[in-house]
């Protein structure tokens, strides 16, 4: 295997990743004044992330194949050059619906490029040093949303919404310059050339294989939680508890902070447990957390002092969560992992996108929608890895 530099390989890919973030956080913070543009109520406007997630999911299903077939700089640059065309096309939207459509087109070059950051760290890395890469990767990808929805508020202060979408584009630009300059082909040249049949075996090996099922189920519930809470999160904060939109970002941010820590503390973890240990470990607190916020609002004690630390540990917990169950599941196919990555992120944004729309497609002025919605997800999270990865949680 050609030797990489694991920190170079992060930087790339973080730099490549943080266009979904970037896409997703950055105009949470105007949705408000979106919506007014739109002529839509808030809670369909946050639909718009619901739909970037279809989106998103498609494009990594179709096209992580393609670059298992054809090598990942293709894929990455044809991926990003759609995210910038449809960035540009947001800036001049003036419909609910142009807004959605062009959302969906704009997450499927995203989900094309995306795709490919964790086949990249799995045709350099395996095993513990894989988690590694990945923890380092997703802790330096963390700067993007917690820079987002700040330089989104400043955008929107300084001209208007659609400022956001042109940085996006600027961002995408760079993002094509850095991959183009640094990083090499890192598709084998021996590697196995799949046709369409071979490609859809390889879904059904995936979806087939017990153990790689259940680390699926964890990511994808715990993203599920986490995005109930990002969809539902403008009117949470700016509404419900009367957040302006220049405070919100800071609120939003100690999300980013706490995930950074439990990402720092799953690297120093890794030397002595395996990645499996610790995504139980990050698994059972998000469900304790989902219980007590449900508690929370129960009694009539929510208020941002009471709420904001149990959704910040709430979210924080992807950071034990993440890496640890998608190196484990790649460890399991290492001749498709392009393949197995864009399964694993299909499902997961799926999962996200339908729990946004659980929270916001029925404009219920209510924050039960959204803890209802991140308990139910960390429940069917932390049964279905113990249920369908068993012995090897154990190992």
Same mark, same amino acid.
Request: hydrophobic fraction near 55%; aromatic fraction near 10%.
């Given at each position: ?290 219980? $007590?916020? &449900? *508690? =929370?609002? %129960?009694?009539?004690?929510? #208020?941002?002092?009471? /709420? +904001?630390?149990? !959704? ?42 339908? $729990?946004? &729309? *659980? =929270?916001? %497609?029925?404009?219920?002025? #209510?924050?039960?929608? /959204? +803890?209802?919605? !991140? ?21």
């Amino acid at each position: 295997m050609q030797q990489f530099d694991s920190r170079r390989i992060a930087l790339l890919v973080a730099a490549n990743t943080a266009l979904a973030p970037l896409a997703i956080d950055a105009y949470l913070p105007a949705i408000p004044a979106l919506a007014e543009s739109v002529g839509a109520s808030v809670h369909l406007t946050e639909l718009s992330v619901s739909v970037f997630l279809f989106g998103f999911a498609l494009g990594q299903l179709i096209f992580g194949p393609l670059s298992d077939r054809i090598g990942r700089r293709p894929v990455l640059f044809g991926g990003i050059l759609t995210f910038l065309a449809a960035s540009l096309a947001i800036t001049q939207v003036e419909s609910l619906e142009m807004l959605w459509a062009l959302r969906f087109i704009q997450a499927l070059g995203g989900g094309a490029s995306v795709v490919n950051s964790s086949a990249i760290v799995r045709d350099c890395f395996s095993g513990r040093e894989a988690a590694k890469v990945f923890s380092t990767m997703v802790m330096i990808m963390l700067l993007a949303p917690l820079v987002a929805p700040a330089l989104g508020s400043a955008l929107l202060y300084l001209a208007d919404w659609w400022l956001i979408f042109a940085f996006l584009s600027v961002y995408a630009v760079f993002v094509l310059w850095l991959l183009n300059r640094y990083l090499p082909e890192t598709r084998s040249d021996d590697a196995q050339v799949a046709g369409v049949r071979q490609i859809l075996a390889n879904y059904l090996a995936v979806l087939c294989h017990r153990e790689a099922l259940g680390y699926i189920s964890a990511v994808a519930m715990s993203f599920a939680g986490m995005f109930a809470f990002i969809t539902g999160s403008p009117f949470l904060y700016m509404e419900y508890f009367g957040v302006s939109p220049a405070v919100y970002p800071f609120i939003f941010g100690a999300n980013i902070i706490v995930m950074a820590a439990s990402n720092r503390l799953n690297i120093r973890l890794l030397k002595r447990r395996a990645p499996q240990q610790n995504l139980l470990w990050g698994l059972g607190i998000q469900l304790a957390t989902g219980v $007590a916020l &449900v *508690l =929370v609002f %129960a009694a009539g004690l929510d #208020s941002l002092f009471t /709420v +904001v630390p149990l !959704m910040t540990l709430f979210v924080g917990m992807q950071g034990l969560i993440s890496p640890n169950a998608m190196s484990s599941m790649l460890d399991h196919f290492p001749g498709m992992s392009a393949t197995a990555t864009a399964l694993m992120g299909s499902i997961q944004f799926s999962s996200g996108a339908l $729990a946004g &729309v *659980l =929270v916001g %497609a029925f404009e219920v002025p #209510s924050a039960w929608p /959204v +803890v209802l919605t !991140m308990l139910g997800a960390a429940i069917l999270g932390n049964l279905g890895v113990r249920a369908l990865s068993g012995a090897a949680l154990r190992g």
